[in-house]
């Protein structure tokens, strides 16, 4: 009885949240794994397509549990994008498969060369650092598979995706110059990032950081008592002022390492996996940006950075 | 060369250490009190709650987290006595079905709400334990090394007579009550270090361990935190020889070695003492079948027997071992390569023969044996029965002088010299 | 058509893991259900090795030796070793799964074999998977699997139906009418390991517990004559298969959870009802 009841009151608790899976409207619909991958498909499909993320700001998209709502919108998506490169670990083959089954899946890193792409630091036989979004450019090479995927299941709409695309990857390359610019500010000798986990070394070679994460690539895997003394040795040793926290990770960790090495811990977390809330504004250099967008997301965390290391 | 010295290690050495007596000291009521599988209930069982208060308080405050966490575990509790008492399931499938679907009950709620930090209670960070979990695993492993020792006379008497210690008015309820607090509260803090799963090897295995040394309560109290600690601790060192080691399974792995190690060696149960001890009983009786053989061939030859190692090999198999122990006990005399028996070992002989027949004669007249079939077991039994007995039996059957065969029982050769 | 793979999925997942399952709970062996789950993982880790992907049959090979392999040991530690059952228990799953955990870590790199499916299911995501042309449909390979188990499950039972039954009641009767319980019991071990191996993708290894135990737990409030129960066990597996859809629907939560959830609904509202109808 009273675990009927103690079960009852959770659920109608938790469920009474409702779902924010948009109603059909008629219009072709987008699936996105993460968040960065939603708001891809948001700037070039625009009004044309409709487009629901499975995963929602600050979820952190290596752990991802999946809900009943992923299947039925997996079933009906038109298109169903994905960020790739195992970043969404096990989910990954079933979405390949789906692809061969003559699905409509595209892997939006597929528009980033190999050889641009970073192996990890530990031994991932073959595998690649997928947070290649970390770097603008890179993320302008994704807009392409992007705006081909739309253009198919949206054919009426196709000029306007492709303009809107040419609009987005001019944006981005603005955003870079803009980031490189701030940037600067931080001089040579602080150029080192320290976050929760690996995610930020396609950031880090854009821009001429050095770069170093509690945990590795996925924190799926637990950081090991190693990894943090050597964190410690190494924020002593370069005279690093701030540590980063990181949004969709709990920040215990990074925190416990800031405190024993004697650096401070950014009040600003950083959007790694994720991006935030869509509507939640910031004022960066006397503009605002929605930090629920990348380009937003971007510029929060340029902001953030050079604030904490000058 | 690491620095033993640095905060995040010696945090996690000293997190290893408290864990290991919290855990050795719970551990041993738990393992004593048949309940090593509560503990995996609770553990799952707490899901429910840390997800609750990982995304209820948004500043992550571990108490919060830790209270909801001991709410769901006394709610886990609840619905165990419940499925007991309002079911006919056994204990066991009660468990099971608390740990779970309560665990269950906490995925859902992880799929709904995606809080960042349960990753840490499902599978142990120990390189996270900072300066506040420090604090609470200080205050817990004090109130638990305080508490169990004060109230160890009490939990022993729960534990070995519920109804004795009900009727004598001890608070048994709240004694019990205290201790799953207790035992929830530990294993949450447990639960950061080792995950979910593995909270059940630091409490059960050390204390189980330590049963291969001890019957004494207090002593295996003891032990089990010793083994608890050095396991984690070990566990600590061997993850610090490599990137990315996950502690907590590593800690696991000391403790259960240690576990082996107590299996093998261990005086009580121990696989290899008790080998050794059944080699020596065999070496024991072997040696008194050849004294007696000796005996048996003086009695029917009337000279003293002298056999070489050889013959008697052919009678009873390799004795060397016997052979070596009997003469080094002064029973045997080995004198030119022959063996015969000292003034000893005759008389221990006829202890042997004595007991022989008079165990022939029960068996034919108390236990209904036909006589053609008592000898083997008298073979078996002469070993094992000492003089006070042997003169319990005697009297018991009237002081015979014959056994069923007709050969003559010895007498008791203390009585004659007296 | 994916509503209905998921519901025949569940179903087939919850039949699979609740026919052994009963065997499991009236010989008061649940919780070795729950030492297996767990202990499996190094098995796993040895079965990828060797074949390199997610979905060989070398898995769930590595995988039921290894379960098997952990009730061996439980049994030498309590016969030999004097240790009591429970606490047997306690050590060889807990060893087995950090040792497997520690494999995983050293071994397989890639993000790919996660011990995440000890924790958890991904059905709502794997029925869109990888799948068999059959008949003109595809039917996702979970459904395969899974209904795979459910086969496995049944044929056991109708194989060792007597054996079972008579040692699950009286072990010393049965080993004196000269079937070997011994037999029996190696053979349930190993079909559970393998229930437990296909039911990770739907709930993972710690819920699949729940579908071991909670069927039969229902059950047993209604009947206690075998053939009934596992009838009812049926039932029971269907039902809370459809209901936990439907929960997981309302709710939008895990799937596998919800079964589970809608299982123990399940077992609680038979028990009170029970209650309230003395006659049931």
């Known amino acids: 009885m009273f675990r009927w009841l103690v079960m009852l009151a959770t659920l109608l608790g938790v469920a009474g949240c409702g779902s924010e899976r948009a109603a059909d409207d008629g219009r072709p619909l987008v699936v996105a794994t993460t968040t960065m991958v939603r708001d891809l498909a948001e700037q070039l499909g625009g009004e044309a397509v409709r487009v629901v993320g499975l995963m929602g700001p600050g979820v952190d998209p290596h752990n991802y549990v999946p809900r009943m709502s992923d299947t039925r919108l997996l079933e009906e998506a038109d298109l169903v994008l994905y960020s790739g490169l195992h970043l969404e670990g096990r989910f990954q083959s079933t979405l390949e498969a789906m692809a061969k089954r003559g699905r409509h899946v595209v892997a939006v890193s597929a528009g980033v060369p190999d050889e641009r792409l970073l192996a990890p630091q530990e031994d991932f036989e073959g595998a690649k650092d997928p947070h290649f979004w970390g770097d603008p450019a890179l993320w302008s090479l994704a807009v392409e598979p992007v705006v081909g995927a739309l253009r198919k299941i949206a054919p009426d709409d196709a000029e306007a995706i492709s303009q809107r695309g040419e609009a987005y990857r001019a944006e981005l390359a603005a955003l870079d110059r803009w980031a490189r610019e701030k940037l600067a500010q931080v001089p040579e000798d602080r150029r080192v990032l320290v976050t929760s986990h690996d995610a930020f070394f396609y950031f880090g070679r854009a821009y001429g950081f050095k770069v170093r994460g509690l945990q590795g690539v996925s924190t799926a895997a637990e950081a090991g008592l190693r990894d943090r003394t050597g964190l410690v040795e190494f924020l002593r040793a370069q005279g690093i002022p701030t540590v980063f926290t990181e949004t969709s990770i709990n920040e215990k960790g990074i925190a416990a390492v800031a405190r024993e090495a004697g650096v401070k811990l950014s009040p600003e977390p950083l959007f790694s996996d994720a991006l935030g809330e869509p509507g939640d504004m910031a004022r960066v250099d006397g503009e605002s940006c929605d930090r629920g967008t990348y380009t937003g997301m971007l510029k929060h965390n340029v902001n953030a950075i050079v604030k904490g290391l000058e | 060369m690491t620095d033993w010295l640095a905060p995040s290690l010696a945090s996690a050495v000293v997190a290893a250490l408290l864990l290991g007596v919290s855990c050795g000291l719970l551990g041993t009521i738990v393992v004593v009190r048949r309940m090593a599988l509560t503990g995996d209930m609770i553990s799952h069982a707490v899901l429910p709650g840390i997800v609750a208060g990982l995304a209820w308080s948004e500043t992550r405050n571990p108490l919060v987290v830790l209270a909801c966490a001991v709410a769901a575990g006394v709610a886990g509790s609840a619905a165990f006595a419940a499925i007991l008492r309002h079911t006919r399931l056994k204990p066991d499938a009660a468990l099971a079905l608390v740990l779970s679907v309560f665990f269950a009950l906490g995925i859902a709620m992880i799929s709904r709400l995606q809080p960042s930090g349960v990753q840490a209670f499902l599978y142990g960070q120990v390189a996270a334990i900072d300066r506040n979990d420090l604090k609470l695993l200080v205050s817990a492993g004090l109130l638990t090394v305080v508490a169990v020792p004060a109230g160890f006379h009490l939990l022993r008497m729960v534990s070995f007579d519920p109804m004795f210690s009900r009727i004598t008015g001890l608070p048994v309820r709240a004694v019990e009550t205290v201790f799953y607090v207790l035992l929830t509260v530990t294993i949450v803090i447990a639960m950061q270090a080792v995950g979910v799963v593995l909270v059940t090897a630091m409490l059960v295995t050390p204390a189980a361990a330590a049963r291969y040394f001890t019957r004494s309560l207090s002593m295996m109290a003891a032990l089990a935190c010793v083994f608890g600690a050095a396991g984690g601790v070990a566990g600590v060192w061997i993850s610090t020889l490599r990137d990315a080691l996950p502690t907590g399974p590593l800690m696991a792995l000391a403790v259960t070695a240690i576990f082996a190690l107590s299996a093998l060696l261990g005086p009580r149960h121990g696989w290899l003492p008790q080998v050794l001890r059944r080699r020596r009983e065999r070496t024991r009786i072997r040696g008194e079948d050849i004294l007696k053989h000796l005996w048996q061939i003086e009695e029917n030859t009337g000279a003293p027997a002298e056999r070489t190692p050889e013959q008697l090999a052919g009678v009873f198999g390799t004795s060397r071992r016997a052979l070596q122990r009997f003469s080094a006990l002064g029973l045997l005399d080995r004198e030119g390569g022959l063996v015969r028996l000292t003034g000893n070992g005759h008389q221990r002989a006829t202890e042997l023969v004595r007991a022989h027949r008079l165990w022939e004669r029960y068996l034919t007249e108390r236990a209904a044996y036909k006589t053609d079939h008592v000898h083997d077991t008298a073979e078996r039994l002469e070993h094992w029965i000492d003089e006070p007995r042997r003169r319990l039996l005697a009297e018991q059957l009237g002081q015979p002088t014959e056994d069923p065969h007709g050969s003559p029982i010895p007498p008791d050769e203390t009585e004659v010299a007296r | ?280």
């Open chain 3, 1 to 280: 058509m994916t509503g209905v793979w998921l519901v025949v999925t569940a179903a087939f997942t919850a039949l699979a893991c609740g026919i052994p399952g009963t065997f499991l709970v009236l010989r008061r062996m649940s919780l070795t259900g729950d030492a297996i789950g767990h202990s499996v993982l190094p098995g796993i880790v040895i079965g990828f090795l060797f074949s390199g992907s997610l979905d060989s049959p070398l898995l769930l090979a590595g995988a039921a030796f290894s379960g098997w392999l952990a009730v061996m040991w439980i049994e030498a530690l309590c016969r030999r070793g004097g240790v009591r059952e429970d606490a047997a228990t306690g050590v060889v799953f807990t060893a087995m799964f950090a040792l497997g955990v520690v494999m995983l870590r050293l071994v397989a790199t890639r993000v790919d074999l996660d011990p995440d499916c000890v924790l958890f299911g991904n059905l709502e995501t794997a029925i869109h998977g990888a799948g068999m042309e059959i008949g003109g449909t595809r039917v996702p390979n979970i459904v395969l699997t899974t209904g795979g188990a459910a086969l496995l499950a049944l044929v056991f039972t109708a194989l060792m139906y007597h054996r079972l039954l008579a040692s699950s009641f009286d072990a010393t009767q049965a080993a004196l009418a000269g079937m070997s319980p011994g037999l029996a019991q190696s053979l349930l071990l190993g079909v559970t390991s393998a229930v437990i191996v296909a039911a990770f993708q739907t709930v993972g290894a710690v819920m699949s517990v729940a579908l071991l135990v909670l069927p039969a737990a229902s059950a047993l409030a209604l009947s206690r004559r075998l053939p009934r129960v596992l009838l009812l066990v049926a039932v029971h597996s269907a039902v809370s298969a459809v209901a936990g859809i439907y929960l997981a629907t309302w709710a939008d939560c895990n799937l596998g959870a919800a079964v589970v959830l809608a299982g123990a609904a399940l077992m609680v509202a038979t028990w009170a009802a029970r209650r309230v109808i003395p006659t049931l």
